[in-house]
């Protein structure tokens, strides 16, 4: 029985591609992926571009369906909980485990380095304090 932190468990990237369906629709979401991935090289964080970058990143989580997790509070599981309540919990996990390795990707390697050790939130943050205030 898990108390109060989600169980961590492994992402499966191969698994989640393989539930898309047809060959047309994986290749459709490959290029959109391509895409993403392209858009996220280019703009990596240096400082002067923290606005791009940041729509660029949001963007991305979007996409990916994880942006619920820098506004919604971890789900804490109680005494006894469910099975559901447990599957909510380890979503929640990788979610935010995605967006924090999304975020941190899409950084240069100095901002990968200064922001390696915090998590999603606070990277956000950290960023909007040091260049929120850019023109």
Known sequence: MVLGRCAKEPLDYWSITTKCGTLKEIEVIEAIMSGLKLILEQNKLTGPNYKDWLRNVKISL??????????????????????????????????????????????????????????????????????????
């Open 62 to 135: 979007i996409y990916d369906k994880v942006a619920y997790v820098l506004t919604t509070p971890e789900p804490v599981l109680g005494p006894e909980p469910t099975v559901a309540d447990n599957e909510i919990c380890i979503k929640w996990d990788r979610d935010y485990s995605l967006a924090q390795c999304l975020t941190i990707a899409s950084m240069d390697l100095v901002h990968q380095r200064q922001h390696e050790n915090m998590d999603v939130r606070s990277i956000f943050r950290n960023t909007e304090e040091l260049y929120g205030e850019q023109p």
